[in-house]
């Protein structure tokens, strides 16, 4: 299984979109600062994944969310949970 994912620093509220064949570990490693693009903003958490049976499909999904036609997808999907993030 492969997944893509977008995570959220819990530092700065950015957002990391990646994908990887074990979510669970993956996050352990953006925790513990062995992703060197996200070192310097953790913790993170994961706020939204994907599951693929296919490399090249969490691959193309990945790159997706990299655009700005997926930014705009996960701006919608995800509506209230930024809406709830802004006025807890």
Not at 1 to 7: A, E, H, R
Not at 32 to 46: C, G
Request: glycine share 2%.
């Amino acid at each position: 299984m492969y997944y893509t994912y977008v995570l959220e620093s819990l530092k700065d509220k950015s957002l990391y979109k990646g994908y990887t064949d074990n979510l669970k570990r993956r996050l352990q490693e953006h925790n513990h600062r062995e992703v060197d693009s996200t070192k310097y903003k953790i913790p993170w958490k994961v706020i939204y994944y994907e599951a693929y049976l296919n490399q090249q499909d969490a691959t193309s999904r990945e790159k997706f969310f990299k655009t700005q036609w997926g930014r705009n997808y996960l701006r919608r999907i995800l509506k209230n949970y930024f809406l709830k993030a802004e006025h807890p």
